[in-house]
C-alpha cells in the first residue's frame, strides 16, 4: 500500500521560511513532486524532481524554494525561503511510481501573514 505522509506545514510571518517533508512508502518513485492550492484557485504544480536529481520549479518560486530528494529513504523536501502572503495554500505531496500511477498526500496547509 502507497503512502504519503507530509509535515512541516504552519503559520509563518512573510519573509519568512518554512520546510515540508514527505516521507513516501509501499512503491518506487520516478517523479516526486509538490503542489498547492490556494482557496478558490486550481492545484498548481510548485517544484518536481526526478530519480536522477533534476528539477523544475514554477516560475512563482524559483530563486526562493528548493526541492530535494533522499532517495534511500524516498523523501522529498521543499525548502521554502522569503515566503509572501500569496504563497498560502494547501500543499499537496505527488509521487508518479515506476509504472506511471499518481499518488497524493493529505495536504498539508502553510499559512504566510503580512
Known amino acids: 500500500q502507497v503512502q504519503l505522509v507530509e509535515s512541516g506545514g504552519g503559520l509563518v510571518q512573510a519573509g519568512g521560511s518554512l520546510r515540508l517533508s514527505c516521507a513516501a512508502s509501499g512503491s518506487m518513485f520516478s517523479i516526486m513532486a509538490w503542489y498547492r492550492q490556494a482557496p478558490g484557485k486550481q492545484r498548481e504544480l510548485v517544484a518536481d524532481?526526478?530519480?536522477?536529481?533534476?528539477?523544475n520549479y514554477a516560475d512563482s518560486v524559483k530563486g526562493r524554494f528548493t526541492i530535494s530528494r533522499d532517495g534511500a529513504k524516498k523523501t522529498v523536501y521543499l525548502q521554502m525561503n522569503s515566503l509572501k502572503p500569496e504563497d498560502t495554500a494547501v500543499y499537496y505531496c505527488?509521487?508518479?511510481?515506476?509504472?506511471?500511477?499518481?499518488?497524493w498526500g493529505q495536504g498539508t496547509q502553510v499559512t504566510v501573514s503580512s
Open positions: 524532481i526526478t530519480s536522477g536529481g533534476r528539477t
Open positions: 505527488n509521487a508518479k511510481s515506476l509504472w506511471a500511477e499518481t499518488y
